[in-house]
């Protein structure tokens, strides 16, 4: 049977791995085989996944239209999908934020007959625009919901303090935050105001871009984005690598791969609803669905944070720390 839970205050009903599509982004990630992760996507639903995050910034409309793919061969009542709204792109391929009232509505429409349905169950603001007013965005929101294009809208990328200021205009239900058990920056202050708003919490980067599948030696590189990161880099690379695979022997005694104890544990956290995964393979999000439902003991959960307490680094560039 497959594994729902409430995502907050929103009525959805979602798996609590969600399938993310970031990776189609070939500026971060290299160019993925678009069979694969269509491959990937229904093996995912298959496996009870339910859940389809993508953005129109990813391989500027490139997810949008794999995914819209797949979705003409699945039961859309079934399914929700979240899609976000921020980057205006212009002709020579470079973007702007832009979260004014025609531009919103222009990108919905287009996302709309890009994925091939109705309505987008879940609209999230990617980013936030210094520029536009809060009162002018939500009023555009809401007009969409009004007239049926999407089902409930949030953020990404949002502060708590940005957090506190948008719910002044309108039901923003939803919140996408980067979380990672090595960067759990938002325990202290983003996941208690969800939790007590009842704001349903979809992370993304669980794995922290892959360095806590325990797959790695922290000798490798990277030709991707990640050549540019400090976590995969030097020492510091090594030290969380090691550290990482060290957890292998806590792993075994309950079954599982590094990989799904980690995200295992991740989805413990009272205030995250829903983990986002980056997904190449039918394989990796086999891996990943095999959690839903799983818990590690108190006394072990605390041991994973403890092996995945290690300090920060400088940041080396930040342009890599940007989804």
């Known amino acids: 049977m497959s594994t729902r839970v409430p995502f907050g205050r929103t009525a959805l009903e979602v798996s609590p791995v969600c399938f993310g599509t970031w990776q189609l982004s070939p500026r971060f990630w290299g160019e993925q085989p678009e069979a694969d992760l269509i491959a990937a996507m229904r093996a995912g639903f298959d496996a009870g996944v339910n859940f389809f995050d993508t953005a129109d910034a990813y391989g500027d409309g490139l997810a949008e239209t794999v995914l819209g793919k797949v979705l003409r061969d699945l039961p859309r009542d079934e399914l929700v999908i979240c899609t976000k709204v ?23 429409d287009i996302q709309l007959k890009r994925m091939g349905i109705e309505t987008i169950d879940l609209y999230l603001l990617h980013m936030y625009d210094p520029l536009t007013p809060l009162d002018e965005v939500t009023e555009t929101l809401e007009r969409l919901k009004a007239q049926g294009k999407i089902r409930r809208y949030g953020t990404s990328n949002f502060t708590t303090e940005q957090m506190h200021a948008v719910e002044w205009f309108g039901a ?39 360095l806590l599948s325990g797959k790695y030696t922290g000798d ?23 550290a990482v695979r060290g957890l292998a022997p806590l792993a075994d005694q309950y079954g599982l791969s590094i990989y799904q104890l980690v995200l295992t544990a991740t989805l413990m956290h009272p205030g995250i609803h829903v983990a986002v995964v980056g997904i190449k393979t039918p394989t990796q999000i086999v891996e990943a669905a095999a959690v839903m439902g799983k818990q590690l003991s108190r006394e072990d959960y605390f041991e994973v944070r403890k092996a995945l307490t290690i300090k920060p680094p400088k940041i080396k560039d930040a342009r890599a720390q940007v989804k």
């Open 172 to 210: 923003y239900d939803a919140c996408q935050p980067p979380y990672s058990l090595l960067a759990p920056d938002i325990e202290r202050d983003l996941l208690p105001h969800c939790q007590a708003a009842n704001i349903g919490v979809m992370v993304y980067s669980p794995l922290h871009k892959g």
């Open 86 to 108: 921020f980057n205006h792109f212009k002709p020579d391929a470079s973007r702007y934020p832009d979260l004014s009232a025609d531009y919103i509505a222009a990108r919905c």
């Open 220 to 242: 490798e590189t990277f030709d991707d984005f990640r050549q540019y990161h400090a976590d995969f880099t030097g020492e510091r690379f090594r030290t969380v690598a090691q």
